[in-house]
């Protein structure tokens, strides 16, 4: 964990994971919809992609909004300033495919961007915070709906029911099948890059909302910094844990996040993935300042 939030840490704390990334690099994060204000900035990132030589990858929408199609969604990345840090590509531009899934409870497969295959290492760049449905949206949330398709999207949001854009969203009350299905499909893309991924939370501009969300609440938490690991659960237990320690103050108030992660069940997406072996809930918090 590193306090410090600038272009240089993130390069810091990704060094000290000491797994090179090699070959042909993705680098996952959320384009953020238009509005919306919150998303991981191309001046903090940019540093770390050039680094690399990294493809910023992303996935189209699942539903109305600025990122819905590919023509859309390459015209919000524009005004959000991502072309000029790096290439991005929109995976699912051409098509998507199906990846297996260890985890067979709800899902079958995950249905993920065609564009994945050209891929060898991928830097999963989180922006943790809340979400509407989820609860919370760290980097088991960045691997499973960010790397899905739009189909792949509406196969989770419905625990594995549909696959159609449209029909999925009468079939989301399944939250907790939701949530199972999420760390299902993270494990899944795990699996298909062969491990050849590392993970990455950066705790800055903290909503309540997500980054797809065009109308985002206003952070109530100071900025608490950047934390990686190999280890999905490890990194998303110990941004939660942090989000619990905020001391109440003027400065912050982590109640509204807190109520919205409870009532949205968000920490069983955390659970379940230990559950099913995809990483671990206990860690070492170790300081790089």
């Known amino acids: 964990m590193t306090k410090e939030i600038t272009p240089e840490s993130l390069i810091k704390i990704y060094e000290k994971l000491g797994k090179p990334a ?36 992303e996935c189209n929408t699942a539903y109305e909004g600025s990122r819905i199609t590919t023509e859309a969604h390459k015209d919000t990345i524009r005004q959000h300033g991502f072309y000029d840090i790096a290439d991005v590509d929109i995976m699912d531009e051409e098509g998507d495919f199906q990846i297996p899934v260890r985890d067979k409870k709800h899902i079958q497969y995950d249905i993920v961007g065609n564009h994945l295959k050209n891929y060898d290492f991928i830097i999963n760049l989180a922006h943790f915070k809340g979400h509407l449905m989820a609860g919370l949206g760290g980097v088991l949330k960045n691997q499973s709906i960010g790397v899905a398709s739009s189909a792949g999207k509406a196969y989770i949001h419905s625990a594995g029911l549909t696959s159609d854009v449209v029909e ?38 903290i909503s309540i909302d997500c980054d797809c969300d065009s109308n985002p609440h206003d952070p109530t938490i100071e900025d608490i910094g950047i934390l990686a690991s190999l280890d999905p659960v490890a990194v998303d237990q110990a941004s939660v844990d942090l989000i619990w320690q905020v001391h109440h103050d003027e400065h912050n108030d982590a109640e509204p996040l807190k109520e919205r992660i409870e009532q949205r069940h968000g920490k069983h997406t955390i659970d379940y993935a230990a559950e099913i072996g995809f990483g671990s809930q206990d860690y070492e918090l170790v300081s790089i300042d």
């Open 168 to 205: 999925c969203w009468e079939h989301v009350d399944d939250q907790d099948g939701f949530l199972e299905s999420m760390a299902a499909a993270a494990q899944g893309v795990h699996d298909y890059m062969k491990g050849n991924i590392v993970y990455i939370d950066v705790l800055n501009n």
């Open 22 to 57: 090699t070959g042909r690099v993705g680098v996952k994060i959320s384009t953020g919809e238009l509005g919306g204000h919150n998303y991981l900035k191309p001046e903090l990132i940019g540093k770390l992609v050039k680094l690399v030589n990294g493809t910023i990858i």
